[in-house]
């Protein structure tokens, strides 16, 4: 016999799952300006040299949108992998392998992005 | 093989196609695309941080038929994900859920994209050509 109380308790969600679900809504959010940003930025660099990519992203305020638009697509991109692949892989070993290896290569490639935005400023 | 008693996706075979299933379906295929489509964008960087020669192969290539048509497809991708996304986050706040505006709403979605890659373009190639 549970009591009412631990019924109740049982229903919640067993892992991280409303955390996840409210990280993949915010940064959905903030891709939302970023993206447009960073469309218009390219429509701007399409036809510019190397130079002209170098001086745009030593701006301050490109800088910063750039470092946050990296951060903020691949975080809702390891989200949205992860979630795909919970739908549609139903053994636990693999489920469990999948997501860590999305999660991996998402941060991977986070930590290049930020790594070559830093060294074209620097 | 099933390990848990989680919800399954309905079955593709026996799920007459729908412009809401479709969307939706559409939703996550743009999402996949998009991630294979951040690769560049990483490629992108690490090419501007090399220096000149490189970044000039890198926007060689994209300038490139395949380059452009690449783009073109990613631009549409985009746009259709962006839309669709800003459709579920108002399903997330509660609105739009009658079927009627359900409908209206991924018609909108649709068009939107359509008509916002196309505009990006003829800023593009007008951009290209010289005149911005």
């Not at chain 1, 660099?45 to 190397?50: D, E, I, N």
């Not at chain 2, 559409?26 to 489509?37: K, N, Q």
């Not at chain 2, 800003?86 to 509660?94: Q, S």
């Amino acid at each position: 016999m549970r009591s009412p109380l631990s019924q109740a308790r049982g229903l919640r969600s067993a892992g991280a799952g409303s955390a996840h679900w409210w990280t993949q809504r915010v940064t959905a959010v903030a891709l939302v300006p970023l993206a447009i940003w960073f469309l218009a930025s390219l429509l701007a660099l399409g036809r510019g040299k190397h130079i002209d990519f170098v001086v745009w992203l030593q701006s301050p305020l490109n800088t910063i949108l750039m470092v946050s638009f990296v951060i903020a697509l691949f975080w809702h991109m390891a989200l949205g992998l992860q979630v795909i692949v919970e739908d549609y892989v139903h053994t636990r070993p693999l489920k469990i392998l999948a997501s860590v290896a999305i999660h991996t290569g998402c941060a991977l490639l986070v930590v290049t992005g930020l790594v070559s935005i830093a060294r074209t400023i620097a | 093989m099933k390990d848990d008693n989680a919800p399954l996706s309905p079955a593709l075979q026996i799920y007459r196609p729908q412009l809401t299933s479709v969307l939706s379906f559409m939703h996550r295929l743009t999402g996949i695309a998009l991630s294979l489509g951040s690769l560049l964008l990483i490629a992108w960087l690490v090419a501007g941080s090399m220096g000149s020669p490189a970044y000039d192969m890198l926007l060689g290539f994209l300038r490139s038929g395949t380059g452009v048509l690449l783009l073109f497809g990613w631009t549409f991708t985009l746009f259709y994900h962006l839309c669709n996304g800003i459709r579920h986050l108002c399903w997330d706040a509660g609105y739009g859920f009658e079927l009627k505006t359900i409908y209206a709403s991924g018609w909108a979605v649709v068009s939107a994209s359509l008509g916002l890659t196309v505009a990006t373009w003829l800023i593009g190639l007008y951009a290209l050509a010289g005149g911005a």
